[in-house]
């Protein structure tokens, strides 16, 4: 009688433990750049009350107070 021979899998790959510690970098990273929403939306609320809580530049406000806080992260 012939031998039975018994076929094995080849042994999974181990996974690369600096893919894994890549991508917790770029999720940290992506979530500590720049300042939150509500940060700059505290700040457009300060620029309009200076301006007297006159309507019609609320935009500018938020681009003033993002590019400002922005400026001071880097």
Do not use: C
């Not at 770029?26 to 939306?41: C, L, Q, R």
């Not at 500018?60 to 400002?68: G, I, K, M």
Request: no cysteine; net charge positive; proline share 4%.
């Amino acid at each position: 009688m012939a031998e039975e021979v018994k076929k094995t899998k080849a042994a999974a790959k181990p996974r690369s433990a600096t893919t894994k510690a890549k991508s917790a970098v770029n999720k940290a990273t992506v979530t500590s750049i720049g300042p939150s929403p509500e940060e700059i939306a505290r700040l457009a609320h300060k620029y309009w009350a200076e301006r007297g809580f006159q309507h019609g530049a609320a935009e500018q406000d938020w681009l003033r107070a993002e590019r400002e806080l922005r400026g001071m992260a880097s």
